[in-house]
């Protein structure tokens, strides 16, 4: 199971984008920071955590404000050796209810036979795992690929060649308790809904991508709002989180230059990342 830990981990904030009350009129995954008499600037970048090889956006402004920054910046510290620990303890169980426990005997076997048709796996082997553990799993097998890439693991791979510091904004605990805010009856019941909406679900995700493509954070978020089932605890997912990060982001570009590499959702909104740093005094502009 642990092999599965980091992509899991990800995958939970794939598909919620913010608040969309700011309008923001320039098409871009990329922003520069300034201001504040900081002596170089830092970079905000929205990723897609997994994505087909042939829809992978990444232009030469992007190479170009990854090499230029001293350090790098994912949402945790993808460079910790016990990160993949940390975030396979915390999908454990530890209320004694089994995967089972949550659905009737019909609903188990269709479930039983989806994991197995799609994925490959046994649910025995999932028994012991929280239902959030098991939506994170399926969210895998959205992608029209069969090898999809990750933004967070090639930005890894390029800064650490480069020699460049790899930081976090939260530590896993702070995720697990996100996550476990949602109640467990309600993922599981969101479970059963994936399975049976199946091919509705890859087609919005594809809808999605194109969106990410184009570089267009509204349409994303006018894509993701039409999902079934998203949206919900969008206040403690990005909102609660977006709001800890300014204090730690501001903090760690106060003494380098940071390349900021987190998931799109929560660049946009109100509430987003891009209005709270321009709220704190900064500019925050596109790269386009």
Not at 30 to 49: A, D, E, Q, V, Y
Not at 79 to 105: E, N, Q, V
């Amino acid at each position: 199971m642990k092999k599965y830990a980091l992509f899991i981990f990800s995958m939970f904030i794939i598909s919620l984008v913010g608040h969309a009350q700011e309008k923001l009129s320039e098409q871009s995954l990329l922003w520069r920071i300034n201001g504040k008499g900081m002596k170089k600037p830092s970079f905000l970048f929205g990723t897609i955590h997994l994505i087909c090889p042939e829809d992978y956006v990444w232009t030469d402004k992007m190479k170009q404000s990854l090499t230029a920054s001293e350090k790098v910046c994912f949402e945790m510290d993808l460079d910790d050796t016990k990160l993949m620990m940390s975030a396979s303890d915390g999908f454990i169980a530890t209320d004694g209810r089994k995967l089972k426990d949550y659905y009737t005997p019909e609903q188990y076997q269709l479930l039983k036979k989806f994991i197995k048709d799609s994925i490959g796996m046994d649910i025995s082997v999932l028994q012991q795992m929280k239902p959030i553990a098991l939506e994170s799993i399926i969210s895998m097998k959205t992608t029209k690929c069969m090898n999809p890439v990750s933004y967070e693991e090639t930005i890894m791979k390029t800064a650490k060649a480069a020699g460049k510091e790899i930081l976090g904004l939260e530590d896993p605990s702070e995720q697990i308790s996100a996550l476990d805010s949602m109640p467990s009856d309600s993922v599981a019941k969101e479970v059963f809904e994936e399975i049976r909406d199946f091919a509705q679900n890859k087609l919005a995700y594809s809808e999605m991508v194109s969106a990410y493509k184009q570089q267009q954070l509204k349409v994303l978020y006018e894509k993701i709002t039409t999902v079934k089932g998203q949206g919900d605890d969008m206040h403690v997912l990005l909102d609660d989180r977006n709001k800890k990060w300014i204090t730690r982001i501001i903090e760690k570009m106060s003494k380098s230059s940071v390349f900021f590499a987190v998931g799109a959702g929560h660049l946009p909104g109100d509430k987003g990342v891009i209005h709270l740093l321009r709220a704190a005094g900064y500019t925050v502009e596109p790269v386009l």
